[in-house]
């Protein structure tokens, strides 16, 4: 969700819509980042861009994929696929120093709804 960091990794990014993707919820794993638990009860909310082929190869390597931090996913995201970086290990930890703060800004900046901003900050 963040603009700047998309900008700079992935010049042909183009930001597309607000998304959900029900049926899980949003963890912070054990290296202190984003990942996603099936929760037949919850939904994740987030933004989908329009990638590239450089776009994807250049977040393939800032998340890790070749040493095996994030795996690559095709998940069904409002009628159609997308492709989503899912933590290879999903054991839970805590944040990042600065990762939350960054993902809630990125949350309220894009308008995401109140009630999971909140869910967010609870994650502090």
């Known amino acids: 969700m963040d603009t700047a960091g998309m900008a700079a990794r992935c010049p042909g990014a183009v930001l597309v819509c607000p998304a959900r993707l029900p049926g899980y919820r ?46 690559k996913a095709v998940f069904s995201i409002d009628g159609g696929p997308a492709l989503v970086y899912v933590p290879a290990d999903q054991s839970r930890g805590n944040p990042a120093p600065a990762y939350l703060a960054g993902v809630i800004a990125a949350a309220q900046r ?15």
């Open 110 to 124: 894009h308008g995401l709804p109140d009630e999971y901003v909140k869910e967010l900050e609870g994650w502090g």
């Open 26 to 71: 949003f963890v912070i794993v054990r290296a202190g980042y984003a990942g996603l638990n099936p929760d037949p009860a919850a939904e994740v909310h987030g933004v989908l861009w329009s990638l590239t082929p450089a776009d994807v190869a250049a977040l393939d390597a800032f998340e890790g994929v070749a040493e095996g931090l994030y795996r």
